[in-house]
């Protein structure tokens, strides 16, 4: 296969699946790694991906695209990692929680397995699989149904109206981008209207944002950034940022990536 066919190839696959990784490429297309990040290179100068550690994505999506679920897992790895860490030392044993869709969220879900009479409410299918995957007798995990969207929430009136009915001690939410003018955004608006009713479930809510969420705008605003009793970002956040979200929410947390 020629270069050209095979970076042809590559972007079909990021568009399909919102990213990719190198080792999946380097396996499906038989060339060395080096090869691949040279495609990928290419790619990137054309201005159609953007490359990530491990892997690459699509570029420059607008305030009502929404990368699937796999393209966001290989973004910020450590940072998500370090945030989900901290965000996990807020749990207790015998609380009711919530977690909203994110690959930050699903973080945190693979290290609660060791928390006795945990309840979990979420509308994420990767954080129900993630709790499933390390089950206890004495947790109970509450799956939401619902319309599926490309970050795999569940959303719509099925899902709101599982949520009303609940209320919970702690929410940890993830979101696609924060600023002060716009607040906590979705790319998603179903996914919004989600969170909000989980936001109004919740005693207390623990945003889990990334640096690089910091002036990103979706178009569909869940909450304004006071309404935050904790965020946790990681940092990378430019002290602009720090200033600012400082300034509004009830309390930001700053942790260090490995």
Known sequence: MLAQQRQTAILELIRQHGGVRVSHLVSRFGVSDMTIRRDLEVLAERGLI???????????????????????????????????EHAAGMVEPGMAIALSAGTTTAALATMLADVRGLTV????????????????????????GGIRTPSDALTGPVAEAAISALNVDLLFLGVHGMSPRTGFTTPNLLEAAVNRRLISAARRLVVLADHTKW???????????????VLITDAKLPPEGRRQIGEQVGELVVVEAD
């Open 121 to 144: 409410v979420t509308n994420s299918i990767p954080v129900a699989d993630a709790l499933y995957q390390n089950p206890r007798a004495d947790q109970t995990v509450v799956l939401t």
């Open 215 to 229: 002036e990103t705008i979706g178009i569909a605003t869940i909450a304004p950034l006071e309404e935050a009793d």
């Open 50 to 84: 953007d490359k990530v550690h491990g892997g690459a994505t699509l570029a420059g999506p607008g305030s009502a695209e929404e990368p699937g679920f796999a393209a966001k897992s290989i973004r910020q790895q450590g940072e998500k990692r370090a945030i989900a």
